[in-house]
């Protein structure tokens, strides 16, 4: 008789379990149609909470995000201090082991698993990511972009730390729609290296999917200043163009491309000799390493016999990072170009690409000609990496990722930008 219950009620919890798991499928199911049943309320676990933070939890990021002076004031003391700074640290071999247990890994670390829309499921996203070291900062950066409908594609320096390219080809191991580049090379800075890093990321996103729409390029120390879905309808607006930095190339920078380079170690030099002019007559145009371009660019890019000569054309020239993308923009036929009259130029503050401050465009509010308010953080070749009271004004901004961040320099910065932005996607899908 006891017998004969005991397995009554384990038929029961049985039941009770089919049924509660078959209610959690079709939960699921309909947050990829679009249909939010009060489940998704219950999404909050998602959100980073103090509990799952780093030492970075003392700082009140909604004073901060307010711009209140206090606030980033207590913050720019704690950036400095030491024993802030090292308990900020994170070796590689803790990313190394917590990776093992793929499950555990990105439950801990809070990734979203799931489409959190229909609208982003349908628009998935390529992103190239070139690193070099600084493993926390490449992890936080695509726990913030990472989405399983989009691609990434890591391109780790051939003559980074071991331990690095260990740890990051660890943390990419646990998703299967993020894979370390299958050519990575030795990135020289401003020699052709950096083109090519992208150049083999490129070529792997297009062949691994034909099903994603925009690229974008990224390297570790970029953050997002949208979310994935701000991300999704500002591409959608741009209806197929392309959102980069392309202008006239200044007098100043002319000597990059009139005469040939070469490297000597890991130094790239001139050689003083004269460069041919570029192929085809193609006017050259002057931007930056950052684009939001769309998948037929990138397939031009690949294919297109012009491109094909252009490239070779730039290989001995200096930095050809600012200059190519901008020059293929503006190339007829290539897909979202625009024309190469002076009209068509397209600024960085305008283009959506990457939200860079430069330290001589840098001003006091009121001031005339300065491009943006002055940097909160500190100064890298002339860059801002930014401090946590550059937030307020940056996430005014249209750009969708912003450069430079360093857990290193300022770590409050990218901690209440996470969470700013996990709590906006997640009330955004209600
Ligand atoms: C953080 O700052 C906000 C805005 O000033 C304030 O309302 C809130 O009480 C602060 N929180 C804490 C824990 O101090
Ligand atoms: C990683 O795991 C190894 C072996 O379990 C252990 O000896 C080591 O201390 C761990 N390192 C970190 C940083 O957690
Ligand atoms: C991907 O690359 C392989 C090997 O080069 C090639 O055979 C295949 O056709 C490519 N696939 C796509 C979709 O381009």
């Known amino acids: 008789m006891r017998l004969l219950k005991r397995g009554w009620l384990d038929l029961l919890l049985k039941l009770a379990f089919i049924l509660v798991s078959l209610w959690m499928l079709v939960s699921l199911s309909h947050i990829a ?19 799952n933070g780093g030492p970075e939890i003392v700082c009140n990021c909604s004073a901060i995000f307010q711009g209140e002076l206090e606030a980033i004031e207590e913050a720019k003391i704690l950036a400095i201090t030491r024993d802030f700074r090292k308990s900020v640290q994170i070796s590689d071999d803790f990313y190394i082991n917590a990776s093992e247990n793929c499950r555990k890994f990105k439950t801990d670390r809070k990734y979203l698993t799931f489409p959190l829309s229909q609208e982003e499921e349908n628009f998935p996203l390529a992103y190239s990511m070139v690193v070099h070291h600084k493993v926390q900062n490449f992890e936080r950066l695509l726990r913030a972009i990472y989405a399983p409908q989009n691609f990434y594609c890591v391109h780790v320096d051939t003559k980074a730390n071991p331990s690095v390219i260990s740890a990051i080809t660890a943390i990419t191991s646990c998703f299967p729609n993020v894979f370390m580049v299958s050519k990575p090379v030795k990135v020289v800075y401003s020699a052709w290296s950096r083109v090519q890093a992208d150049l083999n990321c490129m070529a792997d996103l297009y062949n691994i999917s034909t099903k994603w729409k925009y690229f974008i390029n990224l390297c570790g120390q970029d953050f997002p200043l949208k979310t994935n879905l701000e991300i999704v309808k500002a591409l959608q607006l741009l209806r197929g163009s392309n959102s980069l930095e392309s202008e006239k190339m200044p007098e100043s920078k002319k000597w990059r491309i009139l ?16 460069k041919k002019p570029p192929p085809f007559k193609l006017p050259i145009l002057s931007g930056n390493a950052y684009i939001v371009v769309n998948r037929g660019y990138i397939r031009s890019v690949l294919e297109d016999t012009r491109i094909h000569a252009l490239i070779e054309w730039a290989k001995d020239t200096y930095s050809p990072d600012e200059f190519l993308w ?56 002339s860059i801002c990496v930014y401090g946590a009271g550059d937030l307020n004004w940056m996430i005014k901004q249209h750009h969708l990722f912003a450069n430079k961040f360093d857990v290193d320099t300022d770590s409050i910065a990218i901690y209440c930008l996470e969470r700013y932005l996990r709590h906006k996607a997640l009330s955004e899908i209600h």
């Open 33 to 51: 149609t679009g249909w939010h049943p009060s489940f998704i309320l219950s999404l909050r676990w998602l959100e980073y909470t103090d509990n």
């Open 259 to 274: 005469k040939s380079h070469s490297l000597t170690g890991d130094t790239i030099q001139g050689t003083g000799q004269d």
């Open 326 to 381: 901008a020059t293929i923009q503006r190339m007829p036929d290539v897909p979202g170009s625009t024309r190469p009259n002076i009209k068509y130029d397209m600024t960085d503050i305008n283009a959506i690409a990457r939200l860079v401050k430069w330290s001589w465009h840098e001003g006091p509010q009121g001031s005339l000609d300065a491009v943006y308010p002055e940097c909160q953080g500190s100064h890298v070749r």
